[in-house]
C-alpha cells in the first residue's frame, strides 16, 4: 500500500485520473472563490466514495453547477434540486446537493461580511486541524474532519498534500500557501 498520495500517483502511472489532479491542483493555493468553492464541493462529494470517482465526474460536477458558480447556486430553485437528482453524470446524493446549495449562501454571506471566501480563509489561518474543523462546522454543512483536511491541504491551507521528496512539492512551494508563510 502506497504510503503517500505521491507514491500511489507515481505508481499508478502516467494514464491514472490522479496524475493530472496530484501535479497540478492537488496543494497548489487556490484564490478565486469559485473555485475554492468548487474544490468544497468535490471534498464533501468524495465522503464514502473513492476520490477517482470524484476525479471521473469532475467535468461533469462542473458542468451540473454552472461551474461552481456561487451566485448562481446560492439562487438555484427546488426544481434545480430535482434536475440535479437526475444527473447520472454527477453524484446523486440529495444531502450532499442541499449541503452544496446552502454552502454557497453560507459564501455568499462571508463574501459580504470579509470580501471573498479566500479572505475569510486567510483569516482563520492559522489554525490546527481541530479548529479548522469546528470552524467550518459552525458555518457549513457536510464538513467532518476527513472533508475539512483535504479541503485544506488540497488549498494550500495545511501542509501534507506531497511528500517533500515529490518533484511537485517545489512547485507547490512556491506558489507560497499559506501553511508555509513564516508565522
Given at each position: 500500500?502506497?504510503?503517500?498520495?505521491?507514491?500511489?500517483?507515481?505508481k499508478?502511472?502516467?494514464?491514472?485520473v490522479?496524475?493530472?489532479?496530484?501535479?497540478?491542483?492537488y496543494?497548489?493555493?487556490?484564490?478565486?472563490?469559485?473555485?475554492l468553492f468548487?474544490?468544497?464541493?468535490?471534498?464533501?462529494n468524495?465522503a464514502?466514495?473513492?476520490?477517482?470517482?470524484?476525479?471521473?465526474?469532475?467535468?461533469n460536477?462542473?458542468?451540473?453547477?454552472?461551474?461552481?458558480?456561487?451566485?448562481?447556486?446560492s439562487?438555484?430553485?427546488?426544481?434545480?434540486?430535482?434536475?440535479?437528482?437526475?444527473d447520472a453524470g454527477?453524484?446523486?446524493?440529495?444531502?450532499?446537493?442541499?449541503?452544496?446549495?446552502?454552502?454557497?449562501?453560507?459564501i455568499?454571506?462571508?463574501?459580504?461580511?470579509?470580501?471573498?471566501f479566500?479572505?475569510?480563509?486567510?483569516?482563520?489561518?492559522?489554525k490546527?486541524?481541530?479548529?479548522?474543523?469546528?470552524?467550518?462546522?459552525?458555518?457549513?454543512?457536510?464538513?467532518?474532519?476527513?472533508?475539512?483536511?483535504?479541503?485544506l491541504?488540497?488549498?494550500?491551507?495545511?501542509?501534507g498534500?506531497?511528500?517533500?521528496?515529490?518533484?511537485?512539492?517545489?512547485?507547490?512551494?512556491?506558489?507560497?500557501?499559506k501553511?508555509?508563510?513564516?508565522?
Amino acid at each position: 500500500m502506497a504510503k503517500s498520495y505521491c507514491e500511489f500517483v507515481l505508481k499508478a502511472g502516467k494514464v491514472s485520473v490522479h496524475k493530472h489532479y496530484h501535479d497540478h491542483e492537488y496543494g497548489f493555493p487556490i484564490h478565486d472563490d469559485n473555485l475554492l468553492f468548487a474544490r468544497l464541493v468535490l471534498e464533501i462529494n468524495q465522503a464514502g466514495l473513492s476520490w477517482e470517482t470524484v476525479l471521473k465526474k469532475k467535468d461533469n460536477f462542473f458542468n451540473a453547477f454552472d461551474g461552481f458558480n456561487i451566485d448562481k447556486i446560492s439562487r438555484y430553485t427546488d426544481k434545480k434540486k430535482n434536475n440535479l437528482l437526475q444527473d447520472a453524470g454527477i453524484i446523486r446524493n440529495q444531502l450532499k446537493i442541499e449541503a452544496t446549495i446552502h454552502n454557497a449562501k453560507v459564501i455568499k454571506a462571508i463574501q459580504k461580511d470579509y470580501g471573498s471566501f479566500k479572505a475569510w480563509l486567510d483569516h482563520q489561518h492559522p489554525k490546527t486541524k481541530k479548529e479548522w474543523v469546528t470552524v467550518f462546522k459552525e458555518n457549513f454543512r457536510f464538513t467532518g474532519g476527513e472533508i475539512v483536511n483535504e479541503f485544506l491541504m488540497s488549498t494550500g491551507y495545511l501542509p501534507g498534500a506531497h511528500v517533500v521528496s515529490c518533484p511537485v512539492y517545489k512547485k507547490v512551494v512556491k506558489q507560497k500557501p499559506k501553511w508555509a508563510e513564516k508565522k
